[in-house]
């Protein structure tokens, strides 16, 4: 327990009572793993044929990586720790006028997949916070560098005079606009006079957006006409000047009840087809220069653009733990977990990410802490200059974590100096994306950046409440939701064959569970080698009758059982443990298997050619932007293909030869040609690949636009028969 006092905690925490049990199922299993790799070891040095020892060598990696995921996955169930906060004491031990101030980051790409109403809509829900608004500063990060984008924010703020005190004088709850609206709100007398206004807001911004700028109409004034004046026609996405606006300023601008305002600083950076720009990682450390410059606040939330806030106290109960004097000096970050609405009711694509984001979290919470998932973290400003025990000095003074800007936020010196910083050339010859500030050399920069900051010796709390502190918007087509973890594939493998390493350099700098729980996510994309046997293999070899498992009345069959049962029911009870389903589980490992042979796959083979220098597509942004068509079948449990995408390529093969080689061993078993006890857990594993296939079947034979395209699966049968014909002349 830790508290301000014995009998008032700010917060609370007990360890998991499956410790024990989890830690004695992890020796057990371990050691079951280890008869099975000298089982494969001693077959095959009685290989008698080239194909045998084709089969058992393949089959001996394939498991020696299993067992090593399995590994990492077990440092997660070592210790995991369950938090509670107290924000009804905060105020007990620290005054309201003296929380620290706290600035927001809000990061936007791309106009197009990002809407800005959904930006808009994320920013407005933070500024009402039950929080001082004189504390409070909302950065807006615009990396496409759009016009559309500002004048949102400019329409936004106005709204903002009505929005902010209709939330205060109500105390409501859920404070994003679009999510309130959604709800019966029929109680608050002037909701529907706020509704009619943002409507409005919501057309005007509609129309500017699709007619692709801002007309003159919508310039009312000096200040927006000055704005406006930078984008000229030289002015393009990737090459601009810094454009920095001041759009709510508390120092003077009050809403309808005479209440102080935050404030709102739309930031879009300089960009040059000349220099480096670092994706996200980039914008982030722009926005750690330009509001240390602006108002440099001691917490620092980062938000994706499109996860608003579903609780106004939260800022508080991150307090709960930044307010702890035993905790404060090493406390790095408070990371809350990613939730999504508009997910269906099994969760088909497993967007939730129960374990990266609650079941892993937890487990690395009993020892340094969760890692950073890239949005929902409050930071201590201090975490991105150096070590709890060693402070990296920015280059200028003006910069450092500890400094108070005197000025206010709209002087000349203070803009002048936010422009100087967010200069594309800035960092040049500096230690920014490397020891300070977010950090460069992967595409997951959540990642590697909550990694590298606990490997300096910062510690990390997760603050998972029973209301959702964010919500987000998660893919609702199977192209995304790939799209997104090929993305992350990359990202992961230039950590995991990096100086930084987590086997090596994280088990030395953080101990053994912290490393190997970084390790799980790094060598993440490696489960598509052992994935991808055991969707080929043994249907290959069942369908040329050749037997590769042991029989069932052999002792080794009893091995594979337990292997098989041990894994499933252990990940099983740990999803419904944590509030899962049953059918969001089975949905969670299919895609688990389908990001296996598409996904993981693709983005090793990105990460090779990346590697050997061959030229591969950027940073890609996954689309916010619903689809009518899609939304319904998605809602109906439909699996989304729609475009021949070759991701889809090995997956549907793999459904194919899964159902053949299942239909032809259930045939030959039926007539007596093959025995059944040789071939039980081919038959198994086939008939397992078909059951995990069923929405593909569906998509194959399904005649709307979501289903598999021709022309994959005639190139997928092709795949498959071609594979069938080597196996064939091999064996």
């Known amino acids: 327990m830790s508290a301000a006092t014995d009998d008032l905690p700010l917060h609370t925490h007990k360890r998991s009572l499956r410790n024990p049990i989890n830690r004695l199922f992890a ?73 620290p101030a706290l600035d927001v980051f809000i990061c936007t790409a791309d106009p197009d997949k990002e809407p800005p109403m959904n930006v808009v809509n994320t920013a407005l829900s933070v500024m009402a916070y039950d929080y001082p608004m004189e504390k409070v ?62 409507q409005a807001m ?58 102080v305002m935050p404030n709102l600083i739309y930031v879009s950076r300089e960009k040059s087809s000349t220099s480096e720009h670092n994706f996200k ?41 930044f307010s702890d004097p035993n905790l404060r000096s090493k406390l790095g970050y408070v990371q809350f977990p990613q939730r999504f609405r508009g997910i269906n009711k099994n969760d088909i694509y497993s967007c939730e990410h129960k374990g990266l984001f609650v079941i892993n979290a937890e487990g690395m919470d009993g020892d340094s802490g969760p890692n950073y998932v890239g949005t929902g973290c409050f930071f201590n400003r201090r975490v991105f200059f ?32 936010a422009h100087c910083v967010a200069a594309c050339n800035y960092e040049t010859h500096s230690d920014w994306g490397w020891k300070i500030g977010v950090r460069y050399g992967s595409l997951v920069e959540d990642y590697f950046t909550g990694y590298r ?60 569970l912290m490393g190997l729980s970084y390790a799980h996510y790094a060598f993440w994309p490696i489960w598509s080698i052992p994935v991808t046997v055991y969707t080929f293999l043994p ?38 443990v944590e509030g899962g389903t049953f059918p969001k589980w089975w949905n969670d490992q299919r895609m688990w298997m389908v990001r296996a042979h598409s996904s993981f796959l693709f ?40 475009v021949a995408s070759p991701m889809f390529v090995p997956l549907t093969s793999a459904a194919i030869l899964n159902l053949a080689a299942f239909a032809w061993g259930y045939v030959e078993a039926f007539k007596g040609s093959i025995g059944l006890e040789g071939m039980f857990l081919q038959m198994f594993i086939a008939g397992f690949g078909v059951v995990n296939c069923i929405p593909i079947y569906e998509a194959i034979i399904r005649i709307d636009k979501g289903r598999i395209p021709t022309k994959t699966t005639t190139v997928s049968l092709l795949l498959a028969f071609a594979l069938y014909v080597v196996a064939y002349v091999s064996f």
């Open 281 to 321: 990682a980039g914008a982030l450390n722009v926005l750690i220069r330009v509001s240390a410059a602006m108002t440099n606040a001691p917490i620092v939330l980062t938000l994706d653009c499109d996860t608003y806030s579903n609780d106004p106290k939260t800022p508080s109960r991150a307090l709960c733990y």
């Open 137 to 198: 500063s909302v950065y807006v990060s615009d990396d496409g560098g759009s016009a559309l984008t500002l004048f949102a924010f400019m329409e936004a703020a106005n709204f903002a005079r009505h929005w902010l005190p209709f939330c205060w004088e109500n105390n409501m709850v859920e404070r994003c606009p679009h999510a309130f609206f959604e709800m019966d709100h029929s109680r608050f007398s002037e909701a529907e006079k706020i509704k009619i206004m943002y």
């Open 539 to 576: 249907q290959l070899a069942l369908l040329n009758g050749i037997t590769i498992f042991p029989k069932v009345s052999e002792p080794w069959f009893l091995l594979y059982v337990f292997l098989f049962l041990g894994s499933y029911t252990q990940s099983c009870l740990d999803f419904v």
């Open 27 to 99: 020796l057990i299993y371990f050691c079951a793993i280890l008869a099975l790799l000298y089982h494969h070891t001693h077959s095959l040095f009685r290989s008698t044929t080239l194909t045998s020892f084709f089969i058992t060598l393949t089959l001996l990696i394939s498991d020696s990586i299993l067992a090593f995921m399995n590994l990492t996955t077990q440092a997660f169930r070592m210790n995991p720790l369950y938090r509670k906060e107290h924000p009804e004491n905060l105020e007990r031990v620290l005054r309201k006028p003296d929380f």
């Open 453 to 512: 900051m606990q490997c300096e010796g910062w510690k990390a709390v997760l603050c998972n409440p029973t209301r959702a502190a964010f919500y987000g918007d998660a893919p609702i087509n199977l192209v995304d939701v790939l799209n997104q973890t090929k993305r992350w594939t990359i990202g992961l493998l230039e950590v995991a064959f990096s100086k930084y390493c987590p086997v090596t350099f994280g088990i030395r700098a953080m101990g053994p």
């Open 386 to 417: 150096g070590g709890p025990s060693q402070l990296l000095s920015p280059e200028i003074p003006e910069l450092a974590p500890d400094k108070v800007v005197d000025k206010l936020i709209q002087s000349p010196e203070v803009l002048e100096l």
């Open 202 to 259: 919501k057309v005007r911004v509609n129309n500017v957006i699709e007619r692709g700028k801002v007309d003159s109409e919508y310039i009312t004034g000096e200040r927006e006409s000055q704005a406006f004046s930078k984008w000229t026609d030289g002015f393009t996405r990737r090459n601009h000047p810094t454009v920095i606006q001041v759009l709510l300023d508390s120092s003077k601008d009050k809403d309808m009840s005479d209440n």
């Open 603 to 642: 983005g090793s083979i990105e990460y090779l050619l990346k590697s050997l220098g061959i030229s591969t597509h950027g940073f890609n942004v996954t689309s916010k932007v619903l689809d009518e068509d899609q939304s319904k079948r998605y809602d109906q449990g439909s699996f989304e293909f729609g």
